[in-house]
């Protein structure tokens, strides 16, 4: 396909030219305003901020795409029409005919020369106003606030995370094989689990992890990935947890611990470079240091175990022993010592899953890995290697109170060509906040959902 002179704006692909406005005029996205230099073209969006002067309007217009400044003067636009854009509140949906022009000081570098200006539809009193608001304020008004330019740079992150997920599974051969949302028992213990009434009396629960699931798919297909929603009843208010997040999490058969770190390592690195490579603009507007992720763009990542991770934590001065769990303090010390994530591996099987592999040559921990990302961001990724003997594994469901009933399919895993095999998870808002740099996960989907917060 051949573009149109210059040069490609965004990575997007120019839509087709479907929309002829008036009999003439094109309708273009801001991102494409580079193609359209001297055009006359439309641009159909909102209006996010407009400053007068005497005879001119500064329209800032937004596509979603990005904002253009729209220069519309008395003399080019009319006197009725400059006087109806005087009363334009902040987000009404509007579209702009004008000529395109180069000019690097506006924002995108692109303005729009202004013919006309037609009102989509009015809006007054918008409740989120270009002063300072309280993060309650703007999350009870997350419906509008996803469109304000922060927001914006931090979901188009997450949506190139989420992307580049795929496409590095997809590369490597690994099948999608999404896992089921409603499910009979919990995966990652009973005491974050949501609970609900299913048919005759029955309880289903919201699913914590689709791994079983995906353990299935990876005997079947070698190696599978699932990719969804899942849920945590989580009765904490940390800046790490959601109640419901997305997780990807691939599978493969035939893995032992280190496939799986090495894995890990691969796919994160690859998100990194990624991210880097196509969100420049929008990791510059959240003022992103990228200097701080240029080292994680290289493998390999270091390794270090529980033990050592202990004797590290102790000499840091925190408060803890062989056997404790890590919670966000102890993650946040350890990772403030890297420059890129570190993967902490063997963890007391005490603290672990039912699912999770004994070291056959240290009973006492579990072939399982932590990926802590730098600069205190903590945990990004869980996993490790399953236990794959029928006998072992049924134990360790009645070791950790679960019914076996639910739970025989899972067992017919380890009936029927048990073989070794290994998987992780990973969040992909932790990911998204730590590649943002941003504190508090809850601005890293598009509606949160926590503890106290449900709505909107
Ligand atoms: O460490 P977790 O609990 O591991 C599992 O669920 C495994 N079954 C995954 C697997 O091996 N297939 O969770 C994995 C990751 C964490 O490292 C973190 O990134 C994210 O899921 N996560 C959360 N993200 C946001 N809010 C929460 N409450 C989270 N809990 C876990
Ligand atoms: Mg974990």
């Keep these: ?37 001297g055009q006359e073209v439309t641009l159909r969006g909102w209006l996010y901020n407009k400053r007068s002067s005497g005879k001119i309007h500064f329209l800032l217009v937004r596509d979603g795409t990005g904002l253009c400044q729209c220069v519309a003067s008395k003399a080019d636009v009319g006197d009725g029409a400059f006087a109806a854009a005087d009363h334009m509140g902040q987000e009404t949906s509007l579209e702009v005919t004008g000529i395109v022009r180069e000019d690097k000081r506006a924002p995108g570098g692109f303005e729009l020369t202004v013919k006309s200006i037609k009102q989509v539809a009015p809006s007054t009193d918008y409740p989120i106003t270009p002063k300072e608001h309280g993060v309650a304020f703007l999350l009870d008004q997350r419906h509008l606030w996803v469109r304000s330019s922060r927001q914006h740079a931090i979901l188009r992150i997450r949506s190139e995370v989420a992307q580049a997920c795929r496409d590095f599974f997809s590369e490597r051969g690994f099948v999608l094989f ?12 009973t005491t974050n689990l949501f609970e609900l009434e299913y048919f005759e009396g029955r309880k289903a629960y919201l699913t914590q992890s689709g791994q079983l699931y ?10 599978v990935y699932c990719f969804g929603p899942t849920f945590r009843a989580e009765k904490s208010k940390t800046r790490r947890h959601l109640t419901e997040f997305w997780m990807v999490e691939p599978e493969a058969a035939y893995f032992n611990l280190d496939d799986d770190m090495a894995l890990a390592e691969d796919f994160v690195s690859y998100i990194v470079r990624r991210v880097l490579e196509r969100r420049a603009p929008e990791l510059k507007a959240l003022e992103r ?21 202990i004797e590290r934590l102790k000499a840091a001065g925190a408060a803890i022993n062989w056997g404790d769990d890590f919670g966000g303090d102890e993650e946040t010390i350890l990772s403030s010592q890297f420059d890129r994530p570190v993967m902490v591996h063997r963890y007391p099987s005490a603290c672990k899953a039912f699912y999770m592999k004994q070291d056959p040559a240290r009973p006492d921990v579990a072939l399982c890995v932590d990926m802590l990302a730098p600069e205190g961001h903590g945990e990004i990724i869980g996993g490790g290697q399953r236990e794959d003997d029928y006998e072992t594994l049924r ?24 073989v070794p095999h290994a998987g992780f998870g990973m969040g992909i808002e932790r990911l998204t906040g730590w590649l943002c740099g941003i504190h508090h996960i809850r601005e890293c989907i598009p509606f949160p959902r926590m503890m106290e917060r449900l709505e909107p």
Excluded at 178 to 189: F, M, R, V
Excluded at 214 to 223: I, R, V, Y
């Design 178 to 189: 999404d896992a089921p949302i409603l499910t009979p028992t919990s995966c990652e213990g």
């Design 395 to 418: 134990g360790k469901i009645l070791a950790h109170d679960l019914p076996l009933a639910p739970f025989e399919w899972y067992l017919d895993l380890r009936r029927y060509g048990s």
């Design 214 to 223: 995906a353990e299935a798919g990876a005997l079947a297909f070698g190696k």
């Design 1 to 37: 396909m051949k573009l149109p002179e210059g040069g490609p704006a965004c990575d997007a692909v120019p839509m087709r030219r479907r929309d002829v406005l008036n009999g003439k005029h094109m309708w273009v996205y801001i991102e494409d305003l580079p193609r359209q230099v």
């Design 289 to 309: 240091d990228v200097s701080k992720l240029g080292p994680s763009c290289a493998t390999p990542y270091p390794r270090i175990t529980y033990d050592e991770a």
